[in-house]
């Protein structure tokens, strides 16, 4: 009874929920209740105290759709007003009829994929909001050819990047989904418990790369709101066994760290993708990966993970976290790293509540026209809890699910817990997608 009043007392003041964890909550005050750590455990536990506890956290943040553009038509749009636009493309067409498609000039490949899109949405941020407009691709683009020059340059740069062929990521070839496998040398990460002990992450590891993994995600921090802090020298620590054991053993390495000091390490023992949260916003990240010739994670991050699940706010978040991602990807060009060893990553859960997440997800082929690969991570995130009511051991098939819509959108890594899995549902996905 004390406990339900706790857990009732928490939910009351709380309003956001971790990306990773539901069992986990921060309060209006920025702190981490310490009851919830004992419901978490009470959550994996599966008693019948959690599953209520489960149910009041699970109305924290209720499940509300983000505010959609205004729909307009393509000739209203008054190019004196709208100050900046990107292209998604959308219309998605596979198999044989994607060929027709493509051969009559009604579409164009997404990304050099399989996949044909036929449709554009044109966002547009104007003084009264956001505006969309969508036409057949043909049509948009005879639109296009009557836009004043600097517009339609801008506008074909788009579409072509949209359409190319993606380089290779760290000697992959971009041309099939890859699976990224995650590794979480930390005690207190959301899932998969091999705690901070190096035996177990590297026969994790061991385990993935037998199940098909292309790039191992191996992290020495939580980045999970609210999560200690960890020094340097842990990092450290925690990761060099891992990455100097796996690094042999046929996948790529990729070290999940905001720290340029840990970057620096891990490349030295093997590792030739830096996953950053903070997409190398940190001192010394750009130049830390432009002096290597490692390739680079660019995810977005609104906020710092202690605080980032209080009231995060979009204009659209498609269209924010586009500009984030392509200015990101400038000060890297600027720094010295080429476009060809970066992929993009919006950053499902962090500073992003679900109708963000779900807005993001709906649009992710808006993040094509920055003309990088990109990478989804969404495996078993509190998303998928929510939409399914499913505690953090049952969202498997959900995040399967999510996985393979960020496939339909063009998505060309998967970061996951579960890599045998995905793997057999992105090769039953790829067949039926070539199929007709
Ligand atoms: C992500 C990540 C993600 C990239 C985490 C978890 C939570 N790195 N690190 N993308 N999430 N690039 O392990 O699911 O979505 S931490």
Redesign the pocket.
């Known amino acids: 009874m004390a406990r339900n009043f706790e857990l009732a007392k928490i939910a009351n003041n709380s309003n956001e929920i971790c990306?990773?964890d539901d069992a986990i909550a921060t309060t209006r005050h920025g702190f981490i209740c310490d009851g919830f750590w004992e419901a978490r455990e009470r959550t994996r536990n599966r008693d019948l105290a959690s599953t209520s506890a489960l149910a009041l956290m699970q109305r924290m943040e209720p499940l509300s759709a983000a505010p959609a553009p205004t729909s307009i038509a393509l000739d209203q749009l008054d190019r004196g007003i709208a100050s900046a636009w990107r292209l998604r493309p959308t219309g998605l067409l596979t198999g044989s009829t994607a060929i027709a498609a493509s051969t009559s000039g009604d579409g164009l490949p997404l990304a050099g994929s399989a996949t044909v899109f036929t449709l554009v949405e044109l966002l547009a941020r104007t003084p009264g909001g956001i505006v969309a407009a969508l036409a057949p691709l043909r049509r948009f683009q005879n639109w296009t050819a009557q836009q004043p020059g600097a517009a339609r340059q801008d506008i074909e740069s788009q579409l072509r990047r949209s359409s190319e062929s993606r380089a290779p990521f760290a000697g992959l070839s971009l041309d099939r989904p890859r699976i990224m496998g995650?590794i979480?040398v930390t005690p207190d990460?959301?899932?998969t418990g091999t705690g901070a002990d190096p035996a177990k992450a590297i026969a994790l590891g061991q385990s993935m790369i037998e199940a098909g993994a292309d790039i191992l995600?191996i992290?020495g921090e939580?980045?999970?709101p609210g999560a200690a802090a960890v020094s340097e020298a842990e990092e450290l620590r925690r990761l060099e066994p891992v990455v100097r054991a796996l690094a042999p053993l046929g996948a790529v390495i990729s070290v999940?760290t905001r720290k340029a000091a840990v970057m620096a390490a891990a490349l030295s023992w093997g590792a030739r993708i830096v996953?950053d949260?903070a997409a190398l916003e940190g001192p010394g990240s750009l130049e830390t990966v432009a002096r290597s010739d490692a390739s680079a994670?660019l995810?977005h991050m609104q906020g710092e993970p202690a605080t980032m699940q209080q009231g995060p706010r979009y204009d659209l978040a498609s269209l924010d976290v586009a500009d984030y991602l392509e200015a990101r990807i400038a000060a890297c060009i600027a720094a010295g790293i080429a476009p060809h060893r970066l992929v993009v990553?919006p950053?499902?859960?962090?500073g992003k509540n679900v109708a963000h997440n779900l807005e993001l997800l709906g649009r992710l082929s808006l993040l094509q026209g920055l003309g990088c690969g990109v990478?989804?991570?969404?495996?078993?995130?509190s998303t998928i809890g929510r939409l399914s009511g499913a505690s953090l051991e049952e969202r498997l098939p959900g995040s399967l699910a999510s996985a393979l819509y960020a496939l339909s959108q063009g998505a060309q890594i998967l970061?996951v817990h579960d890599v045998a899995e995905t793997r057999q549902a992105v090769a039953v996905w790829r067949g039926i997608a070539a199929g007709a």
């Open positions: 990306p990773c995650i979480n990460s959301f899932y995600d992290g939580s980045t999970r999940d996953n949260v994670v995810m990553d950053g499902f859960g962090f990478l989804v991570g969404l495996s078993r995130k970061r």
